[in-house]
Structures are given as structure tokens and as C-alpha cells.
């Protein structure tokens, strides 16, 4: 079975730029959760996703947004970039609310570097 | 939210058990304790998950006290390939990450 697919692996912009990132969720899990990973710290929770709702926001400003598609794929937006945007992107999916385990399962991550 | 205190950093040799622990005081009743392992520039993984006392997988166990403040992370006889981040989860649904602690095993 495939597991958490995203898209692109790696990437390049520059500051003002907008970048869209793509997140397949494994067959059958519902809900979709986005973190940021700066270079030497832990992963930071942007959003989480279920059922093409918003179930949870990080700390991160508006120029950050994310949606969900009926298929329960995901994208992530940030739009006038800065310096600090730079990092690996993870995206992680779950079982359906209601059926907690705990476990999310992550994909191998977007890098973007903003220049 | 509950809050997750973990050491920074551990050093081990091969062979040895290693214990990371995890406080989370704060922890609510509905909360679970989950832990991952993370390698440079790949996601993290699931490593175990428990509510109280003890849980046994085949690569860690996680013991959590009575009054789950705190919970520790059993890894047995590590290898040099257990070299990496782990991070401790406190949570429902709601999956945030701390620092984590850096294992270093050395040979």
C-alpha cells in the first residue's frame, strides 16, 4: 500500500513568492496534518484537516492557509515568502476522528528553500 | 495543550538499554502518550503508544506511572542505526511536537 505521498520533494523561491505543496494521504485515512521543520528543531503544527474542515491551527500567520479535497488530499499555501519560511514540510495522515490511535503517518517531506 | 519535558540530548554504546524519559504533567484524562523516532530529512515514525502502565512492541516498550506525569521510552540492546531524534506526544487527535531528545549511539 502506498504510504503519505507529497509533492514537490524539494523546491527553490524567492522571497515575495507564493508555493503551493501537495499532500496524498494513505487509502483510507481522513484526516490530514501539516508542521513545519526548521533545520535542528522539532516538527511545529501548522493545520490539521478532517473531512475538508479545519480541525486545528498552529501559531503560524495568515499567509499560511491549506485545504482539503474531497479525496482527502490536501494542499498547503504560503503565500509572500520570507527567509524564514524556509524548511522541510511534512504531511501527516491519520484514521478517521473518533478512532484515535495516535498515530500519524508522515511523508518524506517538501523542502523549500527561499532565496 | 499538555506540555512535554524531555532531556536535549543522550549518549549510548551499542548493546546497552536506553531509557528517554518524558514528563508531561499537565496531561488531560483523554490523553494519550505517543513516541516517534525521526531520521535527518525524513519524517518521523511511529515508534509506541500507550494510556497507562505498560506497553510492549517489538522494538521499544513505554512504561507510564500511575498518575501518567511522566512516561518512559525502554529502547533494548540499541544499535548505532537508533541514532536519532525522539520525540514524546501528549495528546487527543491533537499531535504536537516538542524538541525532542538527540540519541547518539557510539560503537
Known amino acids: 500500500d502506498a504510504g503519505v505521498t507529497q509533492s514537490p520533494t524539494h523546491l527553490i523561491k524567492t522571497r515575495g513568492q507564493q508555493v503551493t505543496l501537495r499532500c496524498s494521504p494513505i487509502?483510507?485515512?481522513?484526516?490530514v496534518s501539516w508542521y513545519q521543520q526548521v533545520l535542528g528543531q522539532g516538527p511545529q503544527f501548522i493545520f490539521q484537516?478532517?473531512?475538508?474542515?479545519?480541525?486545528g491551527r498552529g501559531n503560524f500567520p495568515d499567509r499560511f492557509s491549506a485545504r482539503q479535497f474531497p479525496n482527502y488530499s490536501s494542499e498547503l499555501n504560503v503565500n509572500a515568502l520570507l527567509l524564514g519560511d524556509s524548511a522541510l514540510y511534512l504531511c501527516?495522515?491519520?484514521?478517521?476522528?473518533?478512532?484515535?490511535?495516535?498515530?500519524?503517518?508522515f511523508g518524506e517531506g517538501s523542502r523549500l528553500t527561499v532565496l | 495543550l499538555a506540555k512535554t519535558t524531555q532531556p536535549i540530548s543522550m549518549d549510548s554504546y551499542e548493546g546497552q538499554e536506553v531509557n528517554i524519559t518524558c514528563s508531561h504533567n499537565?496531561?488531560?484524562?483523554?490523553?494519550?502518550i505517543t513516541w516517534y523516532q525521526q531520521f535527518p530529512s525524513q519524517g518521523p515514525r511511529f515508534i509506541i503508544q500507550g494510556y497507562k502502565t505498560k506497553v510492549t512492541n517489538e522494538v521499544a516498550s513505554l512504561f507510564i506511572p500511575a498518575d501518567r506525569k511522566s512516561s518512559t521510552l525502554s529502547l533494548p540492546r540499541v544499535s548505532l542505526s537508533d541514532t536519532a531524534v525522539y520525540y514524546c506526544?501528549?495528546?487527543?487527535?491533537?499531535?504536537?511536537f516538542g524538541a525532542g531528545t538527540r540519541l547518539t549511539v557510539k560503537p
Open positions: 506526544l501528549v495528546g487527543d487527535n491533537d499531535m504536537r
Open positions: 484537516y478532517y473531512e475538508k474542515e479545519e480541525r
Open positions: 487509502s483510507g485515512h481522513k484526516s
Open positions: 501527516a495522515s491519520s484514521l478517521p476522528s473518533g478512532v484515535y490511535t495516535g498515530e500519524l503517518f
Open positions: 499537565n496531561i488531560a484524562t483523554n490523553d494519550y
